[in-house]
């Protein structure tokens, strides 16, 4: 059986030695006819993986793994991003993707479920990407040009090479789109770029550079569902007036220096510095213009020793993770036209976290294997009030968090194609700043916000059946405290409580069946339930309710076809079970079928080393109605976020 090295866990080993649910997808999973736009192309197929908001630009892709992460209005929670080993998650518990760039990624991986012991705060599952350093392209440069449905538009170029201790990898893009309803068009600009160096056999340095130019990205709002049934393509008529937009300027620079000799193990040094300037009229009249300046910046030492306990193998990772977040943040006051009429807060947001951790790992015997981690994390997250006056009071403040985390796995390789594993951890996530303000309004710290704290116990197995068919089967229980909910207030804006006790079980599995050379295909099931144990506010008492935004039922199948070279056709359908979209269940998102396909094929040029490849895709090919994105607890009933309905692209590729 070839072995699959993951990363992720932050002890490198054989994927059948990892005693935790961890999905690795290759750059075939991620590229292969897609778009290259949106994590939900290739993330579809993780069971315990739930994907909203493909085409709302402005509000950013919502990830949810096993339930963390579905609270979030707009962009991430919950789940800890990571590309190319630096965190795109903040110190805060917040994430952004919109500059992961899918062009060039070769490999990610997926950690379903709390991971606080490796990654720190917001670590409720862990996505980790891997972009490309240039040596696995077999030609340079490569040329891409797409287009599609509502003026989809996207180009991009990828230049990479090996030459002597260097190597480099450039990947550009520009992606330009008028969508499927009104006000919700995008441009977006993006560069990843690699450069390394070899020092010697075992010694590394690389750079990695991102800059993100998103100008315009703008936001339709949420519809009521009599307005989805009377223009399902229609804007809410007050993001039309306001023009709700978003403008993103980021740049990001890392430094990796890897050393496979220290010692006997190995040591890995990073640090980063990013800038972010973002600008976002919120699709509602008030305090809804938002404007911040961030500067984030920090690093990690970690290294990996091999040692012997008893003479049994031990191997041993320690390291410490620092980060800092600098927010210059301002809210103004806009009327029915988008005009400012006031500065509703001018504050300067700082969060530092600082985490040392410990994981190793001890072979009792040939077959069986013990791990251990434990982690403890300091997270100060303070607030500058800088509108002081009459009217205005001082709501400076400052809170501190220190969270111990910790996680023991057992792994038994039974046969060696087949492991058996267990594993018990603990994580928790502090309340953002967007997440603590109070909910009359005001500056400063909700008061009667905490963190949420879980623990998840979970088994699973993994093997390869006849050298065809891979499975991966993982049941787990998750109890939560003081869960963070979102509510929408009645002039739009989002805030948050803590729900008492929640609670999350399910079985996820995940097949890929090599039929023949010819067809393979990949299945994803998850059946899970996810409730509120105790949970009651001043609106009523919700213990035994489903928890809002999230299906039980998950059922994803691709089906590949390969044909002579580089043809191949992959039909997809997804099934998403019904959920709800409210505490207290009233309001119910019925379930859906969609039905995805696409094709390509690629030739070489006369003679020359030129290879053309030409790819077209049809999404929604059965035209379903369905939303794309539902707001949880929204105010007014404006739930929903149709989807595009029948959609097509197709592109062409040049490679020299």
């Known amino acids: 059986m070839p072995t699959i090295t993951v990363t992720a866990p932050r002890l490198t080993r054989d994927l059948y030695d990892t005693p935790a649910a961890v999905t690795t997808l290759t750059r075939e999973d991620i590229q292969r006819g897609q778009q290259g736009v949106r994590l939900d192309e290739s993330l579809v197929t993780v069971p315990g993986v739930f994907l909203q908001n493909r085409d709302n630009f402005a509000q950013g892709q919502r990830i949810a793994i096993r339930g963390f992460g579905a609270r979030a209005p707009f962009g991430i929670r919950g789940i ?40 720190g705060n917001a670590a409720g599952g862990v996505v980790d990407i891997r972009t490309g350093d240039g040596s696995e392209l077999v030609r340079s440069p490569v040329v891409s040009v797409q287009g599609g449905s509502h003026d989809f538009r996207k180009l991009s170029l990828r230049n990479g090479d090996e030459s002597g201790r260097w190597i480099h990898s450039v990947s550009v893009s520009a992606l330009d789109f008028d969508g499927y309803r009104e006000q919700s068009a995008v441009n977006k600009r993006l560069l990843n770029a690699r450069l390394g160096v070899r020092l010697d056999d075992d010694r590394t340095l690389s750079a990695l550079v991102n800059v993100l130019d998103n100008p315009r990205a703008e936001d339709p709002s949420a519809l009521t569902a009599d307005e989805v049934a009377d223009n399902a393509r229609q804007a809410r008529d007050v993001a039309i007036d306001l023009d709700s937009r978003q403008e993103v300027e980021q740049q990001l620079v890392g430094l990796h220096y890897e050393d496979l000799a220290m010692g006997e193990g190995e040591f890995n040094a990073r640090a980063f510095v990013s800038r972010r300037d973002f600008l976002q009229q919120l699709p509602f009249p008030g305090s809804s213009l938002i404007d911040y300046e961030r500067h984030y910046y920090g690093g990690s030492l970690d290294t990996t020793l091999p040692m012997t306990l008893a003479d049994r193998p031990l191997r041993t990772v320690v390291g410490v993770d620092v980060a800092r977040q600098e927010d210059d943040r301002g809210r103004q006051r806009v009327d029915s036209k988008g005009q400012p009429i006031a500065v509703s807060a001018d504050e300067q947001q700082n969060a530092t976290s600082a985490g040392v951790f410990l994981q190793t790992e001890l072979g009792l015997t040939e077959r069986l294997d013990l791990s251990a981690g434990v982690r403890h994390d300091s997270v100060r997250m303070t607030i500058d009030d800088r509108l002081v006056g009459t009217d205005d009071p001082d709501e400076s403040g400052s809170r501190t968090f220190r969270e111990w985390t910790g996680s023991l796995g057992l792994s038994v390789r039974f046969h060696p194609n087949h492991q058996l594993y267990a594993t ?23 008061p009667d916000i905490e963190p949420q704290t879980s623990l998840n116990r979970e088994v699973g197995m993994r093997g390869r059946l006849g050298g065809q068919l891979t499975y991966d089967l993982a049941a787990f229980s998750v109890l939560v405290d003081d869960e963070l909910i979102p509510f929408q207030a009645s002039d739009g804006r ?24 010819a067809w393979r295909l990949t299945s994803a099931l998850t059946l899970a339930d996810y409730a509120f144990e105790r949970f009651r506010d001043e609106d009523g008492t919700y213990d035994g309710n489903d928890l809002p935004g999230l299906p039980s039922r998950l059922w994803m199948n ?9 043809r191949f056709t992959t ?14 269940n009233r309001v119910q998102i019925p379930s859906h079928w969609l039905v995805n396909l696409r094709a390509g094929d690629a030739w070489r040029l006369g003679g020359s080393n030129t290879r053309l490849g030409i790819q077209v895709g049809i999404r929604n090919l059965l035209d379903e109605d369905y939303n794309e994105n539902v707001r949880i607890n ?12 029948t959609t097509w692209f197709a592109g062409l590729e040049l490679s020299f």
């Open 494 to 517: 989002d805030f948050f409580v803590n729900a008492g006790e929640t609670r999350r079980e399910g079985i996820e599995l995940g097949l890929d069946w090599n039929i023949s050379l």
């Open 424 to 446: 018990l951890g603990t994580a928790f996530e502090t309340p953002t700043f967007t997440e603590f303000a109070p909910s009359d309004g005001s500056g400063g710290f909700n």
């Open 571 to 584: 039909l997809e359908a997804q099934y998403t079970g019904s959920f709800y979209a409210d505490n207290a």
């Open 634 to 645: 929204a105010f007014g009933g404006r739930y929903y976020e149709p989807d595009p309905g």
């Open 558 to 566: 691709r089906l590949n076809w390969y044909g002579s070279g580089e």
């Open 80 to 119: 800890h991003v990571r590309v190319d080993g630096f965190p795109f998650t903040l110190p805060d518990g917040q994430a952004q993707i919109d500059a992961v760039d899918l062009d060039s990624a070769e490999r990610i991986e997926v950690i379903r479920g709390p991971s606080s012991v490796l990654y």
